[in-house]
């Protein structure tokens, strides 16, 4: 009888552990997820020190992803997701920022294995984007697919001076159209010499694609860090920041002291309008000494926030413990020493969302959630 009755008290405790879990995972019925791990995860993108690419800038062959792959977007097309990688070419000892990126491609019909292409598909040339681009080169990227099949990608220009938030459309993801800094003509340049960066635009789910939405007949964008802000656009490409009515930006999500996201926010891949309304996911970096002790300082995990499907600027709700965050050694190791799971690629795929993330400024991870009925 002492045998079976401790039998049933391990095998409620072992329920009440993997419901507690799961709802740690999700904790509002508004979020997305939960996201789980594949079975015995590994990075799916990692550096590769023998791939090359004819460098426009120096006209020499360069390892133009020997230092780290990392920072992914995702978009599907022609029934395959497509993964699109922060690569990092190894410029001698300099620290993060000191070397060259440009964005690589991947592709996957199972959303398990993935196949590269030789060179990359986006970066610093000959054009006119060249004194935004060189020689820090194409950072970060976001994307989204318009209704008519026009692909967006925001990302960050580096030229070792300034970060700035850029666009570019393309037809096929390979050939790529420069539309230049988001915000170079709002109110003659007021923030173009500004760092702005992380641009997640938000979407629809349309017969089963996502897809960039609008709302009140305008495209909404989140962006920046250590604050969210938000700008509106007519066209995907030209884009106003709002202000409040002393012509100052207005921060849409704070860090928040007692919590994880206590030192900086940062926005993730593009947010998704559903019927409970805007759910942003977001990065979130710790601060231990005013923020959660045993993650850490510095430390990148990822939350979710709640946003009017009306009003894109009215937080209606928010996540108290991050959703994902560094837990494996590949997550922990890296040119990131401190761990991040830093989300930035998001997709809807057989019935299921797909999750990309960068691991430790190094490696590409991938999660998973089935859709909830």
Same mark, same amino acid.
């Given at each position: 009888?002492?045998? *079976?009755?401790?039998?049933?008290?391990?095998?409620?405790?072992?329920?009440?552990?993997?419901?507690?879990?799961?709802?740690?995972?999700?904790?509002?019925?508004?979020?997305?997820?939960?996201?789980?791990?594949?079975?015995?995860?590994?990075?799916?993108?990692?550096?590769?020190?023998?791939?090359?690419?004819?460098?426009?800038?120096?006209?020499?062959?360069?390892?133009?992803?020997?230092?780290?792959?990392?920072?992914?977007?995702?978009?599907?097309?022609?029934?395959?997701?497509?993964?699109? *990688?922060?690569?990092?070419?190894?410029?001698?000892?300099?620290?993060?920022?000191?070397?060259?990126?440009?964005?690589?491609?991947?592709?996957?019909?199972?959303?398990?294995?993935?196949?590269?292409?030789? %060179?990359?598909?986006?970066?610093?040339?000959?054009?006119?984007?060249?004194?935004?681009?060189?020689?820090?080169?194409?950072?970060?990227?976001?994307?989204?697919? &318009?209704?008519?099949?026009? *692909?967006?990608? &925001?990302?960050?220009?580096?030229?070792?001076?300034?970060?700035?938030?850029?666009?570019?459309?393309?037809?096929?993801?390979?050939?790529?159209?420069?539309?230049?800094?988001?915000?170079?003509?709002?109110?003659?340049?007021?923030?173009?010499?500004?760092?702005?960066?992380?641009?997640?635009?938000?979407?629809?789910?349309?017969?089963?694609?996502?897809?960039?939405?609008?709302?009140?007949?305008?495209?909404?964008?989140?962006?920046?860090?250590?604050?969210?802000?938000?700008?509106?656009?007519?066209?995907?490409?030209?884009?106003?920041?709002?202000?409040?009515? %002393?012509?100052?930006?207005?921060?849409?999500?704070?860090?928040?002291?007692?919590?994880?996201?206590?030192?900086?926010? %940062?926005?993730?891949?593009?947010?998704?309008?559903?019927?409970?309304?805007?759910?942003?996911?977001?990065? /979130?970096?710790?601060?231990?000494?005013?923020?959660?002790?045993?993650?850490?300082?510095?430390?990148? &995990?990822?939350?979710? /926030?709640? *946003?009017?499907?009306?009003?894109?600027?009215?937080?209606?709700?928010?996540?108290?413990?991050?959703?994902?965050?560094?837990?494996?050694?590949?997550?922990?190791?890296?040119?990131?020493?401190?761990?991040?799971?830093?989300?930035?690629?998001?997709?809807?795929?057989?019935? /299921?969302?797909?999750?990309?993330?960068?691991?430790?400024?190094?490696?590409?991870?991938?999660?998973?959630?089935?859709?909830?009925?």
């Amino acid at each position: 009888m002492k045998i *079976y009755r401790f039998y049933i008290s391990v095998m409620v405790l072992l329920f009440i552990s993997g419901f507690g879990y799961a709802q740690e995972q999700l904790e509002r019925d508004w979020m997305l997820g939960p996201f789980e791990r594949f079975e015995n995860p590994k990075p799916i993108i990692q550096k590769d020190s023998l791939s090359e690419f004819k460098d426009p800038m120096t006209g020499k062959i360069i390892h133009w992803e020997s230092m780290a792959t990392f920072n992914p977007a995702a978009i599907v097309k022609d029934n395959k997701i497509h993964v699109l *990688y922060r690569a990092e070419e190894k410029l001698g000892e300099k620290e993060i920022g000191g070397h060259t990126s440009r964005i690589g491609l991947a592709t996957s019909v199972d959303g398990k294995e993935y196949i590269r292409e030789e %060179e990359p598909v986006f970066y610093p040339t000959k054009d006119n984007q060249k004194e935004f681009e060189w020689t820090g080169g194409t950072e970060d990227p976001r994307i989204v697919e &318009t209704e008519e099949g026009t *692909y967006v990608l &925001t990302y960050t220009q580096w030229n070792r001076e300034y970060p700035r938030l850029a666009v570019a459309t393309s037809k096929d993801l390979r050939n790529w159209e420069k539309q230049g800094p988001v915000f170079r003509e709002w109110k003659d340049g007021k923030y173009h010499n500004t760092e702005t960066k992380s641009g997640a635009i938000v979407t629809q789910l349309k017969d089963g694609k996502l897809v960039a939405a609008k709302i009140n007949g305008k495209y909404w964008m989140y962006y920046g860090v250590p604050h969210i802000w938000l700008a509106s656009s007519d066209d995907l490409i030209t884009w106003e920041p709002v202000e409040n009515y %002393e012509g100052n930006l207005v921060p849409v999500l704070n860090p928040r002291p007692g919590y994880f996201d206590s030192w900086l926010v %940062e926005a993730g891949p593009p947010p998704v309008l559903t019927k409970d309304g805007i759910v942003m996911l977001y990065n /979130a970096g710790n601060s231990k000494n005013i923020g959660v002790e045993e993650l850490g300082n510095r430390i990148y &995990t990822g939350g979710q /926030a709640l *946003y009017d499907a009306e009003e894109p600027w009215k937080l209606l709700d928010r996540s108290d413990k991050p959703f994902i965050k560094p837990e494996l050694p590949f997550e922990k190791s890296g040119q990131y020493k401190d761990g991040t799971t830093f989300i930035e690629g998001l997709v809807y795929f057989n019935g /299921a969302w797909y999750l990309y993330y960068g691991t430790a400024d190094s490696m590409v991870g991938v999660v998973k959630s089935d859709v909830k009925d």
